[in-house]
């Protein structure tokens, strides 16, 4: 079996390396901004709308440099990857594209708007039982069968990298030298990661938060104890995408020392936020991809200076989306 | 009284000083691509994603050039508008960031997120009844009153300059010089007209089209004629921002010699697209936005050619949202 790179922690070469090999491959998404948020959060809130990104996520940033940094022999033998559904949207998109072979491991309560998305790019689905099987154990050992390029969710250095090009434009922001503070969605760790890398080299002024759901804070205590700590639950929240159990191994190594703390919101902060997107900012956000705008909106962020909050995804079934509009 | 200007037909000039005014006062929207949109369209479709405009509409734009063009003296009387929503919450803001005084007039049938976002922006609102009240009428008397500058919804140097804008910034996307048509969503034919003007000067090339509901195609058959049609009807479509009787005389004057002609979707298409706007694009976008998008998903747009569709505005109820993103 073969990992998908060497396992070298990723630099700012390697984020900027991936800037170049994305250009015109991803869409550069705006920063919006709003009065009403503004007067909400009691600061000033831009919010970068990553849920704009193909596949509805910026897991496409990562999926894409992985996909076009692999060798022509790689190539052939196809890929795989697990995921909880916006990883596996992007690396199927980014296999599809590139007419490369791809698997994905998905749990079986993931998401049908995030299986659809998977199915859209042809890709084959292996489902697998998310409270009594081991996603790794399952794609290491197909991988070694078919010799296929393991793209792990949050690891590997061209996965770090290509999310670190969301870093790389806030940084170019011309209201950048502003932000007192970036605050990020984190699951696995590894668009913190990308984040991190790019901020310090282009924004070393900024701190970085995460935020995470309640009952999924391993990075708010991992960043504490500065050890990666483990979450117990492994259900219990609506943001599906952040249920990760620890920090990344190679993303907590760059984040430890880069990233100035974690955040905390309820479901009901994240419902409150994905109403407001939609009300005022005419965006689709899923839970998971509105946890940092929660943070925002419930003033949970340190500090009263201009703030910067990325909307990550919008892959939401429509069900549990139209719940959340129309309560009161 | 005073009209909101001159009266002079606008040109390619006043687009441009528009774009220099507004630079930094709007947000340059994305145009955005999707792998899914292309297939059911049959050909490459851009979307410029305008519903992410501040207050949730192009009308934003020239509301904002207009305000910004007022004289110190007209700045102390105030202004008014009459609107169905957009035009409305797009100058109540605009207004409202340079402290200008600002009453609206409009029918006590708008959708209530319209409304609430003119509350929002401090203005005063008059409601008036749609079927069998003159709401121009009523502007103007109350205008005179209060010697204050009418800002007129589709028509005026400054507004039409202002939605111009818009078009410039189609312009100068990358991939625009692939496009063999922009198609634009017409209600007084304000936005279609400031894109005529900067098309016609940016990229000759590109046809221009109008796209409008079922029951209100005055634009259509008014191309056809050569002449200003009425629609009969006064209701009996969901696209609200799009109910408007008769092309505005100033629009249809630049429009006319340079809209290659006219397009119509019925309300089941206009649905359909907000359906995949949520789907796929991320994107809320109201009916009366969507429609343009409606005519490229149902290959109602003429030639296989690249395209660029507007999603024009996102101001729209959650409960008529919630019933058509959850429709079979």
């Known amino acids: 079996m073969k990992y998908d790179d060497t396992g070298k922690l990723p630099d700012i070469t390697d984020v900027r390396a991936a ?4 250009a015109g491959e991803i869409l550069a998404t705006p920063i ?15 919010v970068k709308a990553e849920c704009l990104q193909h596949t509805g996520s910026f897991k496409y940033r990562g999926a894409r440099n992985r996909i076009l940094n ?21 690396v199927a998109l980014a296999a599809k594209q590139e007419g490369i ?30 409270l009594h099987e081991d996603r790794q154990k399952i794609a290491t050992e197909l991988a070694a069968e078919q010799n296929a390029v393991l793209i ?14 969301l870093g790389l434009e806030i940084a170019a922001h011309p209201h950048s030298d502003q932000f ?38 391993d990075h708010m205590r991992s960043f504490v ?5 483990r979450n117990t639950a492994l259900s219990g929240t609506i943001c599906d995408a952040l249920m990760t159990q620890t920090p990344g191994e190679m993303s907590f190594a760059i984040n430890r020392g880069r990233v100035r703390g ?16 939609f009300s005022h900012l005419k965006l689709v956000v899923e839970p998971g991809g509105a946890v940092s705008l929660a943070a925002a909106l419930h003033r949970k962020v340190p500090g009263t200076g201009p703030i910067c909050v990325i909307a990550s995804g919008g892959n939401v079934d429509p069900n549990l989306f139209q719940s959340i509009i129309t309560a009161p």
Chains 1, 2 share one sequence.
């Open 70 to 90: 692999l060798t022509q022999n790689e190539r052939e033998n196809g890929v795989i990857a697990y995921s909880s559904g916006n990883h596996a949207q992007g």
């Open 180 to 217: 007192e503070a970036v605050v990020t969605n984190a699951g696995g760790g590894g668009l913190t990661a990308g984040i991190a890398l790019a901020l310090e080299a282009d924004l070393p002024d900024c701190d970085l938060y995460t935020c995470e759901p309640e009952g999924f804070d």
């Open 19 to 22: 800037g170049q090999t994305l």
């Open 152 to 165: 792990e969710p949050f690891s590997g250095r061209f996965i770090i990298a290509g999310q670190g090009t």
């Open 262 to 277: 974690g955040l905390v919101v309820s479901d009901d902060e994240v419902k409150a936020a994905m109403r407001f997107a």
């Open 101 to 130: 072979t791809c698997s994905i491991i998905m749990p079986n309560d993931t998401p049908k708007v995030k299986i659809d998305g998977v199915l859209a790019s042809k890709a084959q689905i292996i489902f697998y039982d998310r």
């Open 225 to 229: 104890s500065g050890q990666r700590e």
């Open 32 to 46: 919006l901004r709003c009065d009403l948020l503004d007067q909400q959060a009691g600061r000033e809130v831009w």
